[in-house]
């Protein structure tokens, strides 16, 4: 006999699952928003199909007889294995479009933040969990879908997309050009206070590695003012008149165009490196991974 004729529906035995779990008609009826007749009804049809009885009626007593046990055991089994993947499936529908974005905190405060409004009018449906990183991750072996990094385009289990070159510029706040400047060259720049970015992980040019690039003469004795290994706490100290800061464009472009910070003298360095997308290789793009990083590539200066 098949399934469909031994339970003609399985509305029988969901019904019967809620009285089982409650022993009590009522109670079930509330929980399935029916009346306790209908309950009733639906468990004596069952009943009748199975030709046992599953419930022993005594006095304001509900009991569970030997088949009802039986049947319990393995309707609640069933019905949670059921309930579980229909969750997981559910949650697989939500969890669609939803990317896991790794940045750095200066580039996701100061140039991917400001730019989210236009990332949803672009894709509405897309969901984004930005992860702020000092390292650069093993993508292959990490939950990260895209990682945004500055290199040369080439890392082991990685697929990646040119964004924007390294474009390197002095920069300071209105207030301190005001004091120390204006520059009128190089010389007179390295001789103002400076802030002094060391990335512990990473290599980024520093102040002298930016005069030798434009085959210039390193002074000795640099006047560093302020040294730090975090790039966002080196523009915020930047923007409060600590000294004079090497940075890069298009990451400091907000603070340019909102006044926070000025180019102190217009010498840019590109370095050859350029920041790119960064995908796990192997497997297939999700859908909500292309659209990021096709939204990366439209809003990358050109």
């Not at 204006?182 to 005069?211: C, K, N, Q, T």
Request: charged share 20%; net charge negative.
């Amino acid at each position: 006999m098949s399934f469909r004729q031994l339970v003609p529906s399985l509305h029988g035995l969901i019904l019967f699952e809620v009285a089982a779990r409650h022993l009590n008609f009522s109670t079930a009826a509330s929980e399935l928003s029916i009346t306790q007749p209908a309950v009733s009804h639906g468990i004596k049809q069952l009943e009748g199909t199975l030709g046992h009885p599953l419930f022993l009626r005594e006095h304001r007593t509900l009991s569970l007889t030997t088949q009802g046990a039986r049947l319990y055991s393995a309707v609640s089994s069933g019905l949670g294995t059921i309930s579980e993947a229909l969750a997981e499936i559910t949650n697989d529908s939500l969890q669609r479009d939803k990317i896991v974005a790794g940045v750095s905190a200066v580039l996701a405060t100061e140039w991917l933040l400001p730019k989210l409004g236009s990332l949803r009018q672009d894709y509405p449906n897309l969901q984004i969990e930005i992860r702020c990183l000092d390292r650069d991750p093993d993508l292959p072996s990490s939950s990260i879908d895209l990682h945004v990094r500055l290199g040369d385009g080439n890392w082991p289990g990685c697929t990646s997309v040119r964004l924007w070159p390294e474009h390197i510029v002095p920069i300071c706040s209105p207030e301190f050009l005001e004091r120390h400047g204006p520059f009128d060259s190089i010389s007179e720049l390295v001789s103002a206070p400076l802030i002094h970015y060391v990335d512990p992980y990473r290599f980024r040019p520093g102040w002298g590695d930016w005069l030798r690039a434009l085959n210039l003469p390193v002074p000795p004795n640099l006047p560093v003012a302020l040294e730090v290994n975090d790039m966002l706490l080196a523009q915020k100290a930047a923007e409060r008149g600590e000294g004079l800061l090497l940075a890069q464009r298009p990451i400091i472009d907000q603070a340019l165009d909102t006044g926070r910070l000025r180019i102190a003298f217009d010498c840019p360095l590109e370095t050859g490196r350029h920041h790119y997308a960064v995908m796990p290789s192997g497997t297939g793009i999700r859908k909500a991974v292309t659209q990021f990083r096709d939204w990366l590539l439209a809003n990358t200066p050109r």
